[in-house]
């Protein structure tokens, strides 16, 4: 599901602003969710890694205190809403009632790479 190839094989850490997907699709009874960018790149990234990948304070703090791997709970879960914020980011609302997720779009494309997310929670994306 890589569909951005990007030159250096690594996510930018200072990132230019890029244009929002011009398709937010919501599939498979919310087991995935579909970005179609304006360049023509597609990305689905499953429900469960979208999960775990949840940046908000609360799941911030719930990985430090538990240090274990963060998709472990989110095995199950799907999505239920997905909501553009402003012109940068998506809001995910999932099955298990948590809604406060604000995901950019770089964090997205990430996400849809096999990048390990221990390592994308370590980053930083606008
Ligand atoms: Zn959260």
Redesign the pocket.
Known sequence: MISEPNSGGAVRHVAMPIAAPAHITVRDQGRCLELAWPDGARDLLPAPRLRAA?R?A??TAERRAHRQDPAHEAATVSILTAEQIGNYALNVGFSDG?A??IYPWRYLQALATDTPLAELLEREFR
């Open positions: 949840c908000c609360v799941c948590h406060r997720g």
